[in-house]
């Protein structure tokens, strides 16, 4: 009995391999109708002789119909595609700065937009639903590593006993540069930079424990833990509540970086007392490539300022408020007094005070768009989707007509601890041969040199049926790879999972 039990184990080869299977999978979940929300490049777009990603194949090597056909797109974990409503939305929004110029931060939009000055706080509600939070406790701003050092601007406070900062050792780089630069920007040693590695050079799973121990090992000289809510290599999603509680259990800080996260798996970042998280929108949010990101303050760090504020109402001087310290900018100072031209510092409570400049209309317009199609289900209902359309590609990628396959798994198998994408490791060499036959088959995965594919079926607008043709087109790639490299080790190194 395996140990995380597959729901589409039971079903015999000629069912489960069928293009039938996948369409009638389909067919049954009520979510499949959000594809049609999303604008899918076709295989012949992606061909384009000129501008195509995929243009340097030979004319006329792919039939009319298969140009016409929608490709297997299974890279929402490094972008999203594009929602269809997205262009009604910036249609709108250059209308309005062609006809109304600077009117268009004031007065409200055609199609209930809200003006643009109030398009911060339109986005919150939505935003909060699908992190777990409340809506005052985050912001849409600025973008993710740019956030990540303006929260720890706020939350990282080193003093001589405690100055570590704890990420993974596998940290995106951006991660890893951004916290190690907040020590050298503290005159801090880079050895106070602390890495967690997975205990198995073979694997890069992180168990719990270990971190957890890690933790504790460098507890009392620790001020922040920098974690990501879903691992961008080998896609594991770690126990952010546990961790958590762990830290402040220690008297750490702990923030999360959510960019694999946000929009993939329901979190809760309010219940499970998060102390800051941030994130793109641009991933399984599908706001659109380097789009505004947001963030998350937990709203235990504005109670302070609000006992002040009750406590003495008349002789308050926002100036002194015993608030989070952070860098700060006019868009989060008070909206009410934001034209007045004081310089007098007076924070909006909650994330919003963390604010710098006048957010970009054009993004908090893409971003809108990408949220309203969100609204239409819930993170909880996608998550069921998800589930099961990643179990499904687990499945069909564990059967390959010989055993065993030519690449392993190695994002967890345990579906609690991963999100919608699979990690594979494909046995050496065969990775370049691999992806130009996918590619050259309209698929589009996102590869990590040197061996590992990454595929990311997004419960939003990918099918079965998308899953079902990518492990057909991806398992005779493995086959040519092999005879043409004729590699004995391609077909027996990886093979043990
Ligand atoms: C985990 C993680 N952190 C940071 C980044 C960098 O994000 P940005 O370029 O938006 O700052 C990315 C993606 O690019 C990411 O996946
Ligand atoms: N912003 C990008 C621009 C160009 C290419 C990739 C990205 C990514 O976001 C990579 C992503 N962080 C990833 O984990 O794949």
Redesign the pocket.
């Known amino acids: 009995m395996p140990k995380y039990p597959n729901p589409y184990a039971a079903v015999n080869d000629a069912d489960l391999l069928s293009e039938a299977f996948a369409r009638s999978e389909d067919g049954r979940d009520p979510l499949s109708s959000l594809r049609a929300e999303f604008v899918i490049p076709t295989k012949g777009d992606l061909r384009n002789k000129q501008y195509g990603p995929l243009g340097n194949q030979a004319a006329g090597a792919h039939s009319e119909d298969d140009d016409h056909e929608e490709s297997v797109y299974l890279c929402g974990n490094s972008l999203g595609l594009q929602p269809r409503r997205t262009r009604e939305y910036v249609n709108r929004y250059l209308d309005t700065w062609a006809s109304k110029g600077v009117f268009g931060h004031f007065k409200p939009l055609e199609g209930g937009h809200p003006p643009w000055l109030d398009l911060d706080d339109a986005l919150k509600e939505q935003t909060a639903r699908i992190v777990g939070a409340l809506p005052s406790e985050v912001v849409v701003m600025e ?4 956030n ?1 050092h303006l929260l720890m601007s706020s939350f990282y406070k080193p003093t001589p006993d405690r100055y570590k900062i704890i990420i993974e050792g596998k ?2 780089p ?2 890893h540069y951004a916290a190690q630069s907040q020590l050298a920007h503290h005159n801090i040693p880079s050895s106070a930079l602390i890495t967690i590695t997975p205990p198995s050079a073979d694997s890069p799973y992180l168990t719990t424990e270990h971190i957890l121990s890690v933790i504790s090992q460098h507890n009392a000289s620790t001020a922040l833990v920098l974690l ?1 809510g879903i691992q ?1 290599y080998s896609g594991q999603f770690f126990d952010i509540e546990l961790i958590t509680r762990h830290c402040h259990s220690l008297g750490i800080t702990v923030g999360w ?1 959510l ?2 996260a946000v929009g993939n798996v329901p979190v809760k970042l309010h219940d499970w007392n998060v102390d800051f998280a941030a994130w ?1 929108n ?2 399984y949010m599908n706001g659109g490539p ?1 789009v505004i ?1 947001g963030l998350f303050v937990h709203d235990n760090h504005a109670k302070v300022e609000q006992t002040q504020v009750d406590g003495d109402a008349k002789h308050i001087n926002h100036n002194q408020l015993v608030y989070k310290p952070r860098l700060s900018g006019w868009w989060g100072s008070d909206k009410s007094r934001r034209f007045r031209m004081e310089n007098e510092f007076v924070p909006i409570p909650g994330a919003s005070g963390f604010q710098l400049s006048n957010p970009s209309a054009l993004d908090m317009t893409s971003v809108l768009a990408s949220l309203d199609v969100f609204s239409l289900t819930s993170i909880e209902a996608l998550r069921a989707r998800s589930l099961r359309l990643t179990a499904y590609l687990e499945e069909r990628l564990l059967r390959y007509d010989s055993k065993p396959p030519p690449y392993k798994i190695i994002t967890p198998a345990n579906p609690a601890e991963r999100g919608a994408q699979l990690s594979v490791l494909l046995n050496p060499g065969l990775l370049d041969h691999v992806l130009n036959y996918i590619e050259e088959h309209g698929v589009v995965v996102d590869e990590r040199k040197p061996d590992v594919l990454r595929v990311a079926p997004a419960p939003l607008y990918n099918s079965f049926w998308d899953v079902h043709r990518f492990v057909v087109i991806f398992q005779e790639g493995c086959r040519r790879a092999i005879a043409r490299t004729g590699s004995k080790s391609a077909e027996t190194t990886n093979g043990a999972s």
């Open positions: 973008t993710l590593t740019a990540l940290a995106f951006s991660d990501p961008f970086d960019a694999h793109c641009y991933k380097g990101g």
